[in-house]
C-alpha cells in the first residue's frame, strides 16, 4: 500500500536556491518522517513531525505538517551540490509501528 | 561502531534458486524490517519482527521467509516462488521509542 504521494517526482535546482518536497498522505498519522537516499545506498532519517505539531526545523531543514490537508512539505535552504540524493516521506499509521514510504523526490543540485 | 550490516551488498542468484540476505544489528533493537525497492520507486515492507521468534507478514511477503532466532539478527530468504526477485532490498531496525528508522546499506539482488 502506498500511503504517500510525493511532487515532485524530480527536481533540479542550482546550488544555493531553496528546495520544497511535498507529500500527501491518505489516513491520520501519529507521525510523518523524512528520509535521504543517496544513489545505490541506505535511508538517513532526516526528521520527525509528530501529529500534534505543524512545524519543525533542524539546521537547514524545515519540515511542516498540516493534518487537515493530509500534507507535509520538506524545505532545504540554500541548497549544496552535496544534498543531491532521492528525499521520502514516510507515515506512521499502523499498529506495529510499521511506516509507509511514498514514491520519493529525486533532487539534483547544481554547482 | 554501532549500526546495521548487510551482505552480501551485490548478490547473483539463477532462476529457481533460493538465496538468503544478511542483516546483523548491534544497535540493541528489538524491532527489525526489510523492505524492497524497485528503480525509482518507493521502499515496500515485506516482513517486520518486533521482538525475537516472532515475525509478521508485510505488504508483499509472498515468495519470501524470515526467522528471528536472534535479536542482532533477521535474515532474508528470497524463495524460488518469488517471480521477480531482481530489487534492492534494505534491512531496518528501530528503537521502538520514536519509530524512527535505522536502515542498513542494501543488497541488490539480481535474477541472471
Known amino acids: 500500500s502506498q500511503q504517500g504521494e510525493e511532487d515532485p517526482q524530480a527536481l533540479s535546482i542550482q546550488e544555493g536556491e531553496n528546495a520544497t518536497m511535498n507529500c500527501s498522505y491518505k489516513t491520520s498519522i501519529n507521525n510523518l518522517q523524512w528520509y535521504r537516499q543517496n544513489s545505490g545506498r541506505g535511508l538517513v532519517h532526516l526528521i520527525l513531525i509528530r501529529s500534534n505539531e505543524r512545524e519543525k526545523h533542524s539546521g537547514r531543514l524545515r519540515v511542516t505538517l498540516d493534518t487537515s490537508k493530509k500534507s507535509s512539505s520538506l524545505l532545504i535552504t540554500a541548497s549544496r551540490a552535496a544534498d543531491t540524493a532521492s528525499y521520502f516521506c514516510?507515515?506512521?499509521?499502523?499498529?506495529?509501528?510499521?511506516?509507509?514510504f511514498g514514491g520519493g523526490t529525486r533532487l539534483m543540485v547544481k554547482p | 561502531d554501532g549500526g546495521i550490516t548487510q551482505s552480501p551488498k551485490y548478490l547473483f542468484r539463477k532462476e529457481g534458486q533460493n538465496v538468503t540476505l544478511s542483516c546483523e544489528q548491534n544497535?540493541?533493537?528489538?524491532?527489525m524490517y526489510w523492505y524492497r525497492q524497485d528503480p525509482g520507486q518507493g521502499l515496500r515492507l515485506i516482513y517486520y519482527s518486533q521482538i525475537v521468534n516472532d515475525f509478521q507478514k508485510g505488504d508483499i511477503a509472498e515468495g519470501y521467509s524470515v526467522s528471528r532466532e536472534k535479536k542482532e539478527s533477521f535474515p532474508l530468504t528470497v524463495t524460488s516462488a518469488q517471480k521477480n526477485p531482481t530489487a534492492f532490498y534494505l534491512c531496518?531496525?528501530?528503537?521502538?521509542?520514536?519509530?524512527?528508522?535505522?536502515f542498513g546499506p542494501g543488497t541488490r539482488l539480481t535474477v541472471l
Open positions: 531496518a531496525s528501530h528503537s521502538g521509542i520514536y519509530n524512527e528508522q535505522f
Open positions: 544497535l540493541n533493537h528489538d524491532a
Open positions: 514516510a507515515t506512521d499509521s499502523r499498529a506495529g509501528n510499521m511506516l509507509t
